[in-house]
């Protein structure tokens, strides 16, 4: 939907199922819509598409791309923005490390990321940037040369050369945002800025990266970092890195009391990595892959106590999820401060609880499109309190 100041936000659809473009489709009728019948009836609506390789290929199909430009217009809908992170299935399955492959090191993952500008150029309404989000590079445990950190970034220039030829013969306005996670390849801010510098330098002179090429800012990410907004976004703004789309996400902060322990069982699944980072009494950060290798560790085995886990579980954005525990809420509301701050930042904003299927039982009593219309009454009053709604 469109906000104040040429803002957009939408909901990103990969909360629901969805593989084939058969799917995905069907969901955007039985669930999105009646979302958007809730919250924008009237005005047009936006759409958070995410796409998989398999149905982006079949979108690409002529008839199936025409179908679904007929029906965004005539259910007064539009996309903005499509979530190129996840290449293959993503619920249902394992998920976890495979997320990231392929990954900016291989050939599969630029031609998919192509492929998604390509739709996205055919579908994006005039005078509306697209976006795309992807992987923050790989997994840090998948990179073990320098030589795949130098294929990566030659991979991440043939896409932004496709995306300015693409911007140029069409008249859009199309970038890609690398979106950085705990224990990826782009984990903090600081990893974030030296590997944009490493980009300048492949190629001095080059300004099209910053027309085509920011960071997707995750807000549970950079907020399970303990990255304060204000010094984040602050030091992406310093060091002019473009800010692509800012997921509005929460994740899940605790004391790592042995209460808390036990309960902390309920969020833990195989579908997704839930990365940990603890912090302790001296400030000092600890660092774990999953929720059950921080379950699995002994306090004792470090010198200073744990004062506080941040954990990458996507927790609804109007829910507070118990005794004990807290969200990054406040994360969100400080981005926003910021936006406020910096008209122009950013133009593009996304809900992202993708985590719906996992949340445990207590935390999803009722449908899924009660949560997402709860979610958006939550975020708007939380841009009409800035002006930007």
């Not at 009836?41 to 199936?64: M, T």
């Not at 990595?273 to 002994?298: P, Y």
């Amino acid at each position: 939907m469109k906000l104040s100041h040429g803002l957009h936000l939408a909901y990103c659809t990969n909360i629901h199922r969805g593989e084939s473009w058969e799917q995905t489709f069907d969901t955007l009728k039985r669930y999105t819509l009646e979302v958007r019948n809730q919250i924008c009836p009237s005005d047009p609506y936006a759409i958070g598409l995410r796409l998989g390789k398999d149905a982006a290929v079949e979108l690409s199909q002529p008839n199936h791309l025409k179908a679904f430009r007929a029906w965004l217009d005539r259910e007064n809908c539009y996309v903005f923005t499509i979530n190129g992170f996840p290449y293959g299935t993503f619920h249902g399955t394992r998920v976890k490390e495979l997320v990231y492959q392929p990954d900016w090191t291989t050939p599969e993952r630029l031609e998919y990321t192509n492929l998604l500008f390509d739709l996205m150029a055919e579908i994006v309404p005039d005078g509306v940037d697209g976006s795309v989000s992807t992987v923050p590079v790989s997994y840090k445990e998948l990179i073990n040369s320098e030589r795949q950190v130098r294929e990566a970034r030659k991979n991440l220039w043939k896409c932004v050369d496709h995306i300015e030829q693409l911007s140029r013969a069409t008249g859009k306005r199309l970038h890609l945002g690398l979106e950085p996670e705990p224990l990826c390849y782009l984990e903090t801010t600081d990893e974030t800025v030296r590997f944009f510098e490493d980009m300048r330098k492949d190629r001095p002179g080059d300004l099209r990266m910053e027309d085509h090429l920011g960071v997707n800012y995750d807000c549970c990410h950079l907020a399970v970092e303990f990255e304060p907004p204000q010094e984040a976004l602050g030091r992406l703004l310093q060091h002019k890195v473009r800010l692509s789309k800012i997921h509005l996400s929460s994740a899940l902060k605790v004391r790592p009391t042995r209460e808390v322990r036990a309960a902390l069982k309920a969020y833990t699944d195989d579908i997704y990595f839930h990365q940990v980072v603890e912090r302790d009494s001296r400030g000092e950060l600890r660092r774990f892959r999953d929720l059950d290798n921080a379950l699995a560790a002994e306090a004792t085995t470090q010198p200073h106590v744990p004062e506080e886990w941040r954990i990458h579980f996507h927790i609804p954005l109007h829910t507070e999820p118990g005794e004990h525990f807290e969200t990054t809420s406040d994360h969100i509301q400080g981005t926003l401060d910021f936006v406020k701050q910096h008209p122009g930042l950013c133009s593009h904003f996304e809900m992202e609880t993708y985590t719906w299927e996992v949340l445990p039982p207590e935390m999803k009593r009722r449908n899924v499109v009660d949560q997402l219309v709860d979610e958006y009454r939550w975020t708007l009053g939380e841009f009409k309190k800035r002006d930007l709604a």
